[in-house]
């Protein structure tokens, strides 16, 4: 008799699914799209998996994860027909780095694309709709986290924004939401 595969409610690490042979809904035909779109914004409430699409995708792009896509992408939809951009990136995620947080690093492949002039590093936060929305202090206290984050501190992201090119500037973006609205959208 074969071993029911196990539902892993509430995680969002797409390698800890793969790895335990979890059920999850095959959405990586969707990476496609997104090769695309000039730019996608994923704002979706609370447990509706913005984080398991993250980690699919840190997975599928970063060059760390490249040699263990038949692990993660076999029997997938984009494991037949991988995109020629797979494993090319350096891709950021969710950390603590030289005191300070962010949730995404966006590094430009100046190697595709030579004129973008810009990086990034992003904080999001989440209030649901019936919560108190964020006092001014708490919106300062993310604004903070944001400013301190120290690249000679952290050796990925020393590694990653360091050999950028001269003409490339790093903005600080800090995007804070109550329910559909958007409170504070800005550069510290």
């Not at 595709?112 to 990086?119: L, V």
Request: aromatic fraction near 12%; proline fraction near 4%; glycine fraction near 6%.
């Amino acid at each position: 008799m074969e071993k029911t595969r196990p539902i892993l409610y509430g995680v969002a690490d797409y390698a800890q699914i793969r790895k335990k042979n979890a059920w999850f809904v095959d959405r990586t035909a969707k990476i496609r799209d997104l090769e695309q779109t000039a730019y996608a914004v994923f704002l979706r409430p609370r447990r509706f998996g913005k984080s398991l699409l993250v980690s699919l995708l840190r997975a599928y792009y970063d060059v760390q994860f490249a040699d263990r896509f038949e692990e993660f992408f076999s029997g997938t939809d984009i494991g037949a027909d991988p995109t020629d951009e797979r494993g090319k990136y350096l891709v950021g995620h969710e950390r603590e780095a030289g005191g300070g947080f962010y949730d995404i690093a966006l590094k430009p492949r100046l190697d595709r694309w030579p004129d973008i002039a810009h990086a990034a590093l992003i904080e999001m936060k989440y209030v649901k709709a019936g919560d108190p929305a964020p006092t001014k202090e708490q919106l300062e206290s993310v604004k903070c986290k944001v400013k301190s984050v120290k690249l000679e501190g952290d050796s990925t992201l020393h590694s990653t924004f360091y050999t950028l090119h001269s003409s490339v500037t790093l903005h600080r973006l800090v995007l804070v939401f109550h329910g559909g609205e958007c409170v504070l959208s800005e550069e510290v």
